[in-house]
């Protein structure tokens, strides 16, 4: 499988390097040099993950990272707009079949998901993840 | 009406200015405090702190009872969710984006803004209008960015030189509003106006006429 994913912050770089060693063709496009460092140096050099400096909702960028042929879309940078902007152009422009969104704010995650995009939102899984670790009180 | 506008930078503020002046009534959210507290100290409470692309924060504007919108900061993402949640949340009238990165104009109006305003568009259309001898200027797009309105200078020699504009064939949908002389006399256009070498027509068309109505006025036989 081949994915596209915009942001290489502590989340995309994770999500690149595990699709990578489960052996998908992964591309990231990050327009932040300092972001870059959290990529894992090896894989980049080895060519198992390939990098894209450049505008994350840009044309330019998406298409040197081989949007067009991409099964999946992972929009993880930290800004809520931008994920929706990318995301939104990969779904209607590049028709990329699977669109991932990441989003902190509740009301984009509503409207994003409204429009047809899997929203995800690190904030509220790692908010269910504590409440589950909390037991349950007495009614 | 009751326009809310999101971005108090250069064009937000003016746009606010002349619209306060027009006696609309007019209100601004912005991320930067001071620019809030700047407006608020000439004009009184219509800036408010807050983002554009927080329901919540849009909420408090009373972007529900805006007749228009109007996002105007100078990131296209954040113009985009903007816009989106004026929509989808608040039923909004009337949307509309500024656009930096000229590529997300059309893009924007597919994913459901009413209307986008490309500044990079914009200027070059001024520049390229500074050119002389340009074949075709663009003056400016109209509305749904479908039409636009274009000149073209007549060269000496033309096959519509001497011709009555009823003799002339144009492209479907256009239609000639003005004819300009060389030495800028305007010319209200009949049926029986004849062309001359070094004419200007103002024409209004569809934007995929524009090939064909540059070479309707300036093909040479």
Known sequence: ?139 | MYIVIIGAGRIGTGLAKSQLATGQEVFLLDRDDARVESLRSTFGSIAQLGDGTNVTNLREAGVARAGLFIAATGDDAVNLASCQLAKQVFNSPRTVAVVVDPENAMLFEALGVDDVVSLTDLAMTRLASTVPAHPVIRLMPLAGRHREMVAIKIPAGAEVVNRMLSEIVLPYGSSVILVIGPTGQTEEPRPETVLDAEDEVIVVTPVEGRQALWETFTEIP
């Open chain 1, 1 to 139: 499988m081949k994915v596209v994913i915009m942001g290489s912050g502590r989340i995309g770089a994770r999500v690149a390097s595990s699709l990578s060693a489960d052996g998908h063709g992964v591309s990231v496009i990050e327009s932040n040099r300092t972001q870059v460092m959290n990529l894992s140096r090896t894989l980049v050099d080895d060519g198992l993950i390939t990098l894209v400096i450049g505008d994350g909702s840009g044309s330019e960028a998406m298409l040197e990272a081989g949007i067009e042929d991409a099964d999946v879309f992972l929009a993880l940078s930290g800004n809520d707009a931008l994920n929706g902007l990318a995301a939104q152009k990969a779904k209607s422009v590049y028709q990329t079949r699977r669109v991932v969104c990441r989003v902190k704010d509740e009301g984009l995650r509503e409207l994003y998901t409204s429009l047809g995009i899997t929203v995800t939102s690190p904030t509220a899984l790692v908010a269910d993840v504590i409440l589950q670790t909390v037991p349950d009180m007495p009614g």
